[in-house]
């Protein structure tokens, strides 16, 4: 797979797509988008993969959408464009995702983060909508996925002010899920990925689109959805053998039928 601004490594079942427009600390473009909905498409094809792990550079995961690609833009535009209707597809992915963030994860790039399944953080990430600084407003979903994450209170302090939050306050908010030394960042989300990638990839698949049906019903319904989906995964032959291996004291070997 190859493409301008992104570069992708596949390491067994685990693959890595690092954004790389480093010249603009990765602020997500027309082609990033595009580019990154074809890389995910594609590893969501690949029956080997069973976890993706998303990342940026050192200094930013992504600094926000790209503002000069905006700056002169018209409201017809926008609108006939759906301007960023692109991104929303990768919410739509059903592989597990993790954001890997180190450095900034700014307005759009905060929000990318939150379209993943879980966001791990190097300590040096900070997280923030600054798109009022510009005269605007998130339109990644920033406003509804951040409140959902952290709650109305932190939701609107980040938006209203444009503050940007450090890594200790975003993992003590719920945004991310754990914290690492920078420099181990990657090699422990990757770690993760892999723990993740070696399960039966039909459980991990229902397991995110349960989870994520919490934020779109009601309990009840979130539950009936769970359940159904509980009684279907016997279907499975990685039921079968994932309780005949924990019953026989030894490792599963899953074939994700
Ligand atoms: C385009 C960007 C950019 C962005 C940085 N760059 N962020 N280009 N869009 N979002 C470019 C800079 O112009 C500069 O290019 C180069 O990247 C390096 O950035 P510097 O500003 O020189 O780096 P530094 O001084 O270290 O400051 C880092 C920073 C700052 C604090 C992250 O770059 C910054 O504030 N960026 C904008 C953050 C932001 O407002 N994001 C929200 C965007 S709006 P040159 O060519 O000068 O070297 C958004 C809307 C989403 O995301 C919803 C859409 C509807």
């Known amino acids: 797979m190859t493409f301008e601004t992104l570069l992708v490594d596949i390491q067994e079942r685990v693959a890595l797509i690092t954004l790389n427009r480093p010249q603009a600390l990765n602020a997500l473009n027309a082609q990033l988008i595009s580019e990154l909905n074809q890389a995910l498409g594609q590893l969501e094809a690949d029956p080997r993969i069973g976890c993706i792990v998303l990342t940026g550079s050192a200094k930013a995961f992504a ?20 301007l960023f209707a692109e991104a929303d597809r990768i919410a739509t992915r059903r592989k597990p995702l993790i954001a890997a963030v180190a450095g900034y ?27 009022v600084n510009l005269g605007v407003l998130p339109g990644i979903g920033g406003t509804q996925r951040l409140t959902r994450a952290v709650g ?13 939050m450090d890594a200790a306050e975003a993992e003590r908010a719920g945004l991310v ?7 181990s960042l990657l090699e422990e989300t990757l770690k993760a990925a892999r723990v993740i990638a070696e ?3 039909p459980a ?13 019903t009601t309990l009840a319904e979130g539950i009936r959805f769970e359940r159904r989906v509980f009684h279907a995964v016997f279907a499975t032959a990685d039921q079968k053998e994932g309780m005949a291996a924990f019953s026989e004291k030894r490792k599963p070997e899953f074939t994700n039928r």
């Not at 953080?121 to 900070?126: G, L, Q």
């Not at 109305?152 to 940007?164: F, V």
């Not at 991990?204 to 779109?216: D, G, L």
């Open 152 to 164: 109305k209170a932190k939701a609107m302090d980040m938006c209203l002010t444009g503050r940007q």
């Open 199 to 201: 399960k039966s990839l």
């Open 63 to 82: 600094a926000g959408a790209d503002i000069k690609e905006m700056a002169e833009l018209s409201y017809p535009q926008v609108y006939l464009d759906d």
């Open 105 to 131: 994860a700014l307005g759009g790039g905060c929000e990318l983060a939150l379209l993943c399944d879980m966001i791990f953080a190097a300590d040096n990430a900070r997280f923030g909508q600054p798109e």
């Open 177 to 183: 899920a754990r914290v690492f030394p920078a420099e």
């Open 204 to 216: 991990t698949m229902m397991i995110k689109e349960s989870v994520n049906r919490a934020f779109e």
